[in-house]
């Protein structure tokens, strides 16, 4: 089986983006189905979170409590990498593959149930720590939920993608892939906070344990 080279995507991806837009980024002509703000936001609100919990990262107590805590945010990393991975799969599709339109709906729906699962994880996180009904928490659950929302029921996508595909736009079709990129890079930028929270983790059970 040929292993798909997702780094040389998404270096395609980026050059395209760069290509189109001159280096800055890509506005659409047209008015989007779903939004930057609606695209980017959930991810925004959620790397704020995660800043907020470095006291309590350094906070539990117990080798079991960090066990928890730990699992948590490995996985979260894992749903939100597997998030990220078919977003960029999606956008090299759209941007070389006029036939696209034809699994705007499937890949709608998929995406949707990656954002389910990402969102399951951030509610066992939080939950574990103690701040699921802290209010920016509930706010940031409540934006990915409507994301996770407008993808299952993947009428917007799919008007996107249509729109985009049927206007025959190389500017349009980029516009389309850059709102979607950026999110994806939005949502780098929290796995990777994850990751940092994760090995605070370690770094404070380990202590522990060598006292």
């Known amino acids: 089986m040929t292993r798909i080279n997702w780094k040389s995507i998404a270096t395609s991806i980026v050059v395209l983006v760069a290509v189109v837009s ?3 980024p890509v506005l659409a002509q ?5 939004s930057q703000g609606e695209i980017s936001q959930p991810w925004e609100q959620h790397l704020a979170v995660l800043q907020s919990l470095s006291g309590l990262i ?3 107590d117990g080798a079991q409590a960090g066990a928890r805590v730990s699992e948590n945010l490995v996985m979260l990393e894992a749903d939100i990498g597997e998030y990220g ?3 960029e799969k999606f956008i090299y ?3 070389g593959d006029p036939q696209f339109v034809y699994i705007a709906a499937e890949t709608s729906q998929d995406l949707g149930s990656r954002l389910a699962r990402v969102h399951a994880r ?3 996180l939080y939950l574990v720590l103690g701040v699921h009904e802290r209010e920016d928490a509930v706010t940031a659950q409540a934006s990915l939920e409507s994301l996770r929302k407008i993808m299952h029921e993947k009428i917007k996508f799919e008007n996107d993608v249509t729109n985009a595909l049927g206007s025959g736009s190389r500017q349009q079709i980029m516009g389309v892939a850059n709102r979607w990129w950026i999110g994806k890079l939005k949502s780098v930028e929290v796995q990777e906070f994850a990751a940092k ?3 605070q983790l370690e770094g404070v059970t380990a202590g522990e344990a060598s006292e």
Request: net charge positive; proline share 0%.
């Open 22 to 24: 001159g280096g800055k």
């Open 30 to 34: 047209w008015t989007a189905s779903i």
């Open 58 to 60: 350094s906070q539990v």
């Open 85 to 87: 991975l078919a977003i």
């Open 93 to 95: 599709r759209l941007a």
């Open 122 to 124: 951030f509610d066992s």
């Open 197 to 199: 929270l994760r090995q």
